[in-house]
Structures are given as C-alpha cells and as structure tokens.
C-alpha cells in the first residue's frame, strides 16, 4: 500500500471525490463530517487535502471565491486499486474453503 492510503482520512477524502467533478472544500469536509458523525478541525481537514494536492492525487481549482477539489487521473486510479485490495480481502474472508 502507497503512504498516501495510510491515512483514513486522506483516502476517504478520495472516496468522496471519485464521482465528483469537483467539491468546493466546506462542502467536502461537512460530507466528511457526515459520514465521520463529528466535527472536524479545519487545519486538520485543509492539511490533508494539501498532502493529497501535493503528492499529486487532488487539484485544487478556483471557483469563484471558492477553494474547489478534484481527483486527478493518479488519484482515481489510487482509489481503485484501494477498491480492488478490499473487495479481494472479502471474497476472500468470506468465501467458505
């Protein structure tokens, strides 16, 4: 596994982007928080969506006044090569010997 998927949040930022064209960032992190069910601190929410811009998997884009994010081709290839190892773990566990 890549360093960028050990991290729950980082992946799962990507899980939310993948059939998104682009997310403006409030409206990422309160899907975040949704699913999470707690509050999210900002710093914490924006520096993982930088480590993800930085390792090249999410650009960022303007919007107007607005911070806006999208999976680039890495990233949705990342987040389906995540998808693969897992459904591969459970048919695997599941699958009676």
Known sequence: ??????SGRRRDLCV?????????GQSLKTRL?????????SQSFYAALRSLE???FVE???????????????GERRVEEHF???REKIERE????
């Open 1 to 6: 596994m890549t360093k960028w998927l050990q």
């Open 16 to 24: 939310l982007l993948y059939n998104a064209e682009t997310l403006r």
């Open 33 to 41: 928080e949704a699913h999470y069910d707690t509050h999210i601190d």
């Open 54 to 56: 930085e390792k090249g």
């Open 60 to 74: 960022k884009r303007t919007e107007g006044i607005h911070e806006a994010y999208a999976l680039t081709d890495a």
């Open 84 to 86: 693969e190892w897992m």
């Open 94 to 97: 599941s699958s009676p010997e």
